[in-house]
């Protein structure tokens, strides 16, 4: 079999974005950010107030940080030090689903299930200590309407998760009612936050120079800490949900892949660049590939991970992937082409999170100049993908010229668990 050379080159050219759309994502993005703190309806991002602003790298003490939101759920118990410096005391996680043995992500789970799963995770955390005093951060990773620190109430299920009687609801509420099931009423939750927020305290922790956070993984998002207007007042963190950004143009697998989703017209970006949905673009576009337009194949990010690190002339490991998933022997030079496919589709997804990166600057930044500074990026599509450094950096330079010296993304590694920690005692302290 060979694939078709005009639809193969028409293909790549939909997963293509050109220096000119890059610009043009990054300037919608900002002008979507202004209306959105404007609070115009117009703006498709949430631009959720966080009531927090940074850390001052002096917080001390020893917190529980709950981190749920994407594959694992953990439970951390660190002490923070002061000076930038923590050490993590205990360690439990474990997945949210586990095919043919539990499923807390689907519509057959109900919150109370999950938080009785959360608070039973807490308990092996605190090894079954039921005394102790305990504060607990809580990284809560899905659109939260927040009134204060503490009170989130779930806006919308995102990443495909659906468990019943949670939308609408204060989580903080649901879980201090499954730590009291659980006879953990000597946990207290103080804190909600989302995992951009809690990448950006961990690494403005420890770091300084950081005013923007990010997670790029199953999902992907962005916070930042907004200096000038609107509901910022005094300065705050904003959790965007950069990852509902609309203006951007879908092609047809992201059509198609919207369509199938759980929550359709929802999170658009998202869906073209995150961990949860990159294998699923590539599936939809092999399946047109081979032949089979409406068709679907499963494959993961970590197939087309795989499949780029693979530098080798003839893409063995593409088409042994291939094959695996869809049965399909490719000769040589297809394989060659379906790696490339596959490079398409992440190149698409880094340039167009670097696009909301550069938006997001021109915002911090107004009328003046850059400030030299870190962007924390948290997630494992960011840390194990191959051609994210490179290609995050070539996008960086198209948009901002000389100025892209003074920026760089950096590795939050564990920022989302040592987050929750920190703003624990951000807000124990007041
Ligand atoms: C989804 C959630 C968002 C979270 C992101 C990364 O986009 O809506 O709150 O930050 O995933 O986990």
Known sequence: MALDSVLYNEIIAAFTVDTEHLR???????????????????SSLRMLPSYLGLPTGEERGSYLALDFGGTNVRVLLYRLEGNGTYKMLSHVAKPLKVDGV????????????MFDFLAGLVDEAVAGDHETPYLLGHTFSFPSRQTNINDARLIIWTKEFAARGVEGEVVNDLLRAALVRQGLSNVTPNSVINDTVAVLLSAAYINGDTKIGAIYATGHNTCYLEPHTGMAEPPMIINMESGGFQKISPNRFDVALDAASEKKGEQRLEKMVAGRYLGELFGLAM??????????????SVDLSRMLADVGEDAQLAATIVEAVTGKILPVEDA??????????V??????????????????????????????VDGSVYEKMPLVQEEMRR??????????AKVDTMLACGGSGLGAAIAAAMTERG
């Open 102 to 113: 539990y499923d807390f992500v689907g519509a057959d789970a109900t919150g109370e299930e």
């Open 24 to 42: 043009e994502a990054a300037a919608n993005f900002r002008q979507d950010m202004r209306l959105g703190l404007a609070g115009s309806p117009d």
């Open 287 to 300: 399946a047109e590939l081979l032949g089979e337009k409406g068709h679907t194949y499963h494959f993961t």
């Open 336 to 345: 060659v082409r379906i790696r490339e496919l596959a490079r398409a589709i």
């Open 347 to 376: 190149v698409r997804s880094i340039r167009l999170i670097a696009a909301t990166f550069v938006g997001t600057l021109w915002q911090i930044t107004g009328a003046g100049e850059i400030c030299p500074q870190h962007i924390a």
């Open 395 to 404: 996008a960086f330079s198209e948009l901002l010229g000389e100025d892209a």
